[in-house]
């Protein structure tokens, strides 16, 4: 739990310790649950004081800082990386870890920002909601990093593909479990984060061959922001 706490937001709990391993991923939906309730909690009590469009940035920023920033970071990189048409796999992994934004990149940021900000502000609180599609957000993370091929040598992410001291059934339960628990709590929200997760992740498998760190933290927001959109929609 530690570990996952210390891969997916700042918090300084678990950096003493080992890298987070295969035996983490099975605390990504409770981490995601975590934040979500933070994120969650900040969205009501911020609607009780200013309007809807005020308390739904200040939810965005809860999740920024809760996050450090690593996922938005990571949909920087990944758009910089994988959006450009003519690129080979290699070309595109250097521009991901360049450190400088490019025009993609800025340009997705802040296409995502305003679609959040939208979607927060064009709905009244709903807290186990957020829950629900923060931990779905995460539980699709895992799951990439289980069944889906690691594009980089080395790097940060590395660590989660190694073997579990689990058995594979009971990971994968688990993330299934948290999956379910997410829906229940979100209901097509949470199916939305899902299929936005796996669109991310499946252009990088076709760009790159795989996932890298980055492409985990954009499918983590992509993921978020369909589940956003969908639960404010007028159905």
């Known amino acids: 739990m530690r570990r996952a706490v210390a891969f997916l937001t700042p918090l300084p709990v678990g950096r003493a310790t080992a890298p987070p391993d295969g035996d983490a991923l099975v605390w990504f939906p409770v981490v995601g649950a975590l934040v979500g309730l933070g994120v969650g909690g900040v969205w009501w009590l911020a609607d009780r004081w200013w309007p809807p469009l005020v308390a739904g940035v200040l939810a965005i920023v809860a999740d920024l800082a809760l996050t450090g920033l690593l996922h938005v970071d990571g949909l920087v990189d990944t758009a910089d990386g994988l959006l450009p048409p003519l690129a080979d796999r290699d070309r595109r992994l250097e521009v991901m870890a360049d450190p400088v ?47 889906v091929p690691y594009a980089r040598p080395g790097g940060l992410a590395a660590s989660v593909t190694s073997r579990t001291t689990r058995s594979p059934a009971l990971v994968d339960g688990a993330l299934g479990a948290g999956a379910l628990i997410a829906i229940v709590l979100a209901g097509w929200s949470a199916v939305g984060v899902a299929v936005g997760a796996g669109a991310v992740v499946a252009f990088a498998r076709v760009r790159l061959g795989g996932f890298t760190g980055d492409v985990l933290g954009a499918a983590g927001v992509v993921g978020e922001t369909v589940g956003l959109l969908v639960m404010a929609a007028h159905w």
């Open 101 to 147: 934004a490019g025009a993609f990149g800025v340009t997705v940021l802040v296409a995502v920002l305003l679609l959040r900000g939208a979607a927060f502000g064009s709905h009244r609180p709903v807290v186990l909601a957020v829950v629900g599609m923060w931990a779905m957000s995460r539980a699709a993370m895992a799951f990439a990093a289980r069944h």
